[in-house]
């Protein structure tokens, strides 16, 4: 059985993008079959990951128009996991999809026909609740919302747990909501704590542990075209393999998630 996790934020710069990747590749070193999925036009995992959007012939562009298979697009990375490439194209499917029965869908029926190759799929969602958002959490098991450790970081989360709650209703009544995970995270400071237990508390959603630490090497990474599970041993990469752990036990063993504490 595959298992699909959407990540969503309607937020831009929270790090969805960034634990696609390396939540990707942490899976991929503990030897998870892996395929992560760009659905943001804007291309930016498939550059993280050595690929150029603007060089690409086809991508999911052209799976969620009907015109390619899925398997035809996915395209193999450096990091020992496989990628479905977006190129700015994607902007204009979003207007295809709107005129179509079932457009929530469609990116659930191209993954069905993957035949279980996968053990898990990552999709990146854009920063919108548009109907690209709607197909990743239509096609997912579950959904993680990268939370950037500011102020203000709750402000939208209300509207995006009402969609999840929407979707639930109606097109994914199996879809689990994991919890937030904490990004950006500066362990020297009280702020980044303070603001993850007023979000917790606000919204009643699980915060998940281990926070992922703010660290440059992140930007040095994507500008490289690889993960920072690539690199030499760093906190951020540390982070995301305890996080694939935890994932791994929990969706084998049934173990409960591991939340955040505010002593982290
Ligand atoms: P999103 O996909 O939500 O828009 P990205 O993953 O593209 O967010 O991240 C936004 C920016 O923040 C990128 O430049 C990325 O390199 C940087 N970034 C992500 N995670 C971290 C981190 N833990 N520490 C420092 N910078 C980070
Ligand atoms: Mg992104």
Same mark, same amino acid.
């Given at each position: 059985?595959?298992?699909?996790?959407?990540?969503?934020?309607?937020? @831009?710069?929270?790090?969805?993008?960034?634990?696609?990747?390396?939540?990707?590749?942490?899976?991929?070193?503990?030897?998870?079959?892996?395929?992560?999925?760009?659905?943001?036009?804007?291309?930016?995992?498939?550059?993280?990951?050595?690929?150029?959007?603007?060089?690409?012939?086809?991508?999911?562009?052209?799976?969620?128009?009907?015109?390619?298979?899925?398997?035809?697009?996915?395209?193999?990375?450096?990091?020992?996991?496989?990628?479905?490439?977006?190129?700015?194209?994607?902007?204009?499917?979003?207007?295809?999809?709107?005129?179509?029965?079932?457009?929530?869908?469609?990116?659930?029926?191209?993954?069905?026909?993957?035949?279980?190759?996968?053990?898990?799929?990552?999709?990146?969602?854009?920063?919108?609740?548009?109907?690209?958002?709607?197909?990743?959490?239509?096609?997912?098991?579950?959904?993680?919302?990268?939370?950037?450790?500011?102020?203000?970081?709750?402000?939208?989360? @209300?509207?995006?747990?009402?969609?999840?709650?929407?979707?639930?209703?109606?097109?994914?009544?199996?879809?689990?909501?994991? @919890?937030?995970?904490?990004?950006?995270?500066?362990?020297?400071?009280?702020?980044?704590?303070?603001?993850?237990?007023?979000?917790?508390?606000?919204?009643?959603?699980?915060?998940?542990?281990?926070?992922?630490?703010?660290?440059?090497?992140?930007?040095?990474?994507?500008?490289?075209?690889?993960?920072?599970?690539?690199?030499?041993?760093?906190?951020?990469?540390?982070?995301?393999?305890?996080?694939?752990?935890?994932?791994?036990?929990?969706?084998?063993? @049934?173990?409960?998630?591991?939340?955040?504490?505010?002593?982290?």
């Amino acid at each position: 059985m595959t298992t699909v996790l959407a990540v969503a934020n309607q937020k @831009g710069g929270v790090a969805k993008t960034t634990t696609v990747a390396s939540l990707g590749a942490a899976l991929a070193g503990l030897g998870r079959k892996v395929l992560v999925v760009d659905l943001d036009p804007q291309g930016c995992l498939t550059f993280s990951l050595g690929h150029n959007p603007d060089r690409l012939e086809t991508s999911v562009h052209d799976v969620l128009t009907g015109q390619l298979p899925l398997r035809d697009v996915v395209l193999d990375t450096d990091e020992g996991f496989a990628l479905v490439p977006a190129t700015i194209d994607l902007a204009g499917a979003e207007a295809v999809l709107l005129m179509r029965p079932g457009r929530e869908f469609t990116l659930k029926r191209a993954l069905a026909t993957l035949d279980d190759d996968y053990d898990v799929v990552l999709v990146d969602c854009p920063p919108s609740l548009g109907v690209l958002t709607l197909n990743g959490l239509t096609a997912a098991n579950a959904v993680l919302v990268p939370l950037q450790c500011e102020t203000l970081a709750h402000r939208g989360v @209300g509207q995006l747990l009402r969609t999840v709650t929407e979707v639930q209703q109606i097109t994914n009544p199996d879809l689990t909501l994991l @919890g937030a995970l904490p990004t950006l995270y500066d362990a020297r400071t009280t702020h980044s704590r303070d603001v993850l237990s007023d979000v917790a508390d606000r919204y009643d959603l699980p915060v998940l542990a281990p926070p992922i630490p703010r660290t440059v090497r992140f930007a040095e990474a994507s500008a490289s075209g690889a993960t920072v599970l690539a690199g030499r041993g760093n906190k951020g990469a540390q982070a995301y393999r305890e996080l694939a752990g935890n994932l791994v036990a929990h969706w084998d063993d @049934g173990a409960d998630l591991r939340t955040f504490t505010a002593a982290e």
